[in-house]
């Protein structure tokens, strides 16, 4: 049985509560899709059966818009979340990918989040239509882009440096794409690692 995701989404809202934190709609929307791209990568099934659709502002779940629609783009409180009693709802894998997803991506900022779910090839990115907001995200390929997607520290990296050229209008290294991107973090961290850390500053 599929986790439901207005669940999912309170005891992300829990999490983030827990932690001294709040989370947006879009904030949680991003979670929420973080965790069903590993679920498709790791079980070969969805976590929700209602799947996502490709929005203006990135991958949505229709039900979990609703649901908080009301708080627009603030941050989602006081409502009742109680972590516990949510996560008896959920399978143990269902709550897994939950928590990897909070604790790999639950302090990423707005834009940051912004950034890697548009990034070039994403799942998003390959059937948007601006002002189209119905195109439904195919769930195979959000697990083959999940399956080959790089680490979220690396992503990280790769995202904040591929924003630094964009706004320069640059292309270091000649390197290009995100092979070329990782590449050139990986050469850059040796060098930090051996006393040039002035480079990525």
Not at 21 to 41: C, D, I, M, P
Not at 92 to 118: C, F, K, N, R, T
Request: glycine share 8%; charged share 30%.
């Amino acid at each position: 049985m599929s986790a439901r995701p207005v669940d999912a989404a309170r005891w992300l809202i829990a999490a983030a509560r827990d932690a001294g934190r709040t989370l947006t709609n879009f904030q949680v929307q991003k979670l929420l899709f973080y965790a069903h791209g590993e679920y498709l990568s790791k079980y070969g099934k969805p976590l929700f059966t209602d799947g996502f659709q490709a929005w203006d502002h990135g991958p949505v779940c229709p039900p979990v818009y609703r649901a908080f629609s009301d708080f627009g783009a603030e941050p989602i409180v006081n409502i009742p979340t109680d972590r516990e009693r949510l996560a008896a709802k959920m399978s143990a894998a269902d709550l897994a990918v939950l928590e990897q997803a909070w604790s790999d991506y639950g302090d990423w900022s707005v834009s940051e989040l912004w950034d890697d779910v548009h990034r070039p090839e994403s799942p998003w990115e390959r059937v948007y239509v601006p002002g189209v907001d119905n195109t439904a995200i195919d769930d195979e390929s959000i697990r083959e882009y999940f399956t080959d997607l790089q680490t979220p520290k690396l992503r990280r990296s790769m995202n904040r440096l591929r924003k630094r050229r964009d706004e320069r209008g640059d292309v270091p290294g000649g390197t290009t794409g995100d092979a070329g991107l990782a590449e050139e973090i990986e050469a850059w961290s040796e060098l930090r690692a051996a006393g040039t850390s002035g480079l990525l500053r």
